[in-house]
């Protein structure tokens, strides 16, 4: 049997590390990746929690709003955005569920170089960017990392903890159905379910509370799909301003079509372009993302460029369909 990554020596002396770097009663600016999905912000309030018990101080911060959807997590009403934060001074910088320092946003250009960094995440294409880096690209969702670390450390679970480290897992897994979804996934779900945590609650927070206009976006994006390359491949594409409402997993309904191996969502935001990618089986698109200056998982990737849109568009075609034929 492998070992439970919390019974290695690495991860022991990483969970100490941790608790040296960012306990005792430190003053810890705690931030996550912009666009933030449900995993993101549950890693960021479970890690002000974790703080918490600690003894120090966790200021949340956050580039964007919170997203709709994930406001009922327990501590978002706490959270700050960038543009609102005054402080310079903090002890140390914790950023969660982030593959890279430019994904954090303008935050990157307001903290000082001396400040000490760490670094918790499950990204494949990770960048150690952290004096300290917790990276563990094996782990369903960044929640389930920073579960390791409250079991290591003997930290308690109170009910909000349970619900979001649940909510973080729940999120990254699409509801228990991609493949990262293990039997680890369900017995930490298990737990966090004997802890408090309601996962009906908690899918009809994710998946049943859309506002009508954020079905409408769907249905705009929906009747823009294209089939090509055979049915494998299947492309949406929606005009989108900055004021109007997002529906964060609107390419996963390019992969809800049988046969389909590759989706692209394509969001025109005045000049830019943001692409999300989705994949199945043996399909990385992490790598089609990363050829155009993004990244993410191999299931779920994506990045913004500047540029003609037809163009654009058959470029990633192109991308995706030599990645479909590898
Ligand atoms: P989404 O398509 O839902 O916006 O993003 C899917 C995944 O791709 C997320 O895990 C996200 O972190 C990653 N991702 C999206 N856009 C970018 C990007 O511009 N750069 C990088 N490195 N990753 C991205
Ligand atoms: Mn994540």
Redesign the pocket.
């Known amino acids: 049997m492998v070992p439970e990554r919390t019974d290695t020596d690495e991860f022991k002396a990483q969970a100490a590390e941790f608790a040296a770097k960012l306990g005792d009663q430190k003053r810890v600016l705690v931030t996550t990746?912009i666009?933030p999905?449900g995993d993101a912000v549950a890693s960021m309030l479970s890690a002000s929690e974790i703080l918490r018990q600690l003894d120090s101080d966790a200021i949340c911060c956050l580039p964007d709003r919170v997203p709709r959807r994930y406001d009922f997590l327990p501590g978002a009403d706490r959270i700050i955005e960038t543009a609102d934060l005054n402080d310079k001074d903090w002890d140390r910088i914790l950023v969660v569920d982030?593959?890279?320092l430019s994904?954090i946003g303008d935050l990157a250009n307001r903290i000082s170089p001396e400040t000490p960094l760490v670094n918790v995440d499950h990204?494949i294409?990770n960048e150690r960017f952290g004096e300290l880096n917790v990276v563990y690209p094996e782990a369903a969702s960044t929640t389930e990392i920073l579960f390791d670390l409250i079991q290591t450390l003997h930290l308690s679970i109170p009910d909000n903890l349970a619900t979001l480290i649940y909510a973080g897992l729940f999120t990254d897994t699409g509801g228990f159905r991609f493949p990262n979804t293990t039997e680890r996934t369900f017995s930490i779900a298990a737990r966090m379910v004997r802890h408090g945590a309601n996962p009906n609650d908690i899918a009809e927070a994710v998946y049943a509370s859309n506002s009508p206009t954020s079905m409408r976006l769907l249905g705009k994006a929906l009747s823009s799909l294209e089939l090509t390359e055979n049915g494998c491949l299947a492309t949406m594409t929606v005009e989108q301003d900055n004021s109007a409402e997002e529906m964060?997993d609107l390419?996963d309904y390019g992969l809800a079509i049988k046969g389909v191996r590759a989706a692209a969502?394509f969001r025109l935001e005045g000049e830019s372009v943001?692409v999300?990618?989705?994949g199945r089986g043996t399909v990385d698109v992490?790598r089609v993302?990363r050829r155009f200056?993004?990244?993410?998982?191999t299931k779920?990737?994506?990045?913004?460029i500047k540029g003609d849109y037809d163009k654009l568009r058959s470029q990633v075609i192109a991308a995706l369909n030599e990645e479909i034929g590898r």
């Open positions: 990746h666009s999905d982030s593959g890279n994904r990204h294409d964060e390419a969502l943001r999300s990618l989705r992490s993302a200056g993004g990244g993410g998982h779920a990737a994506g990045f913004t």
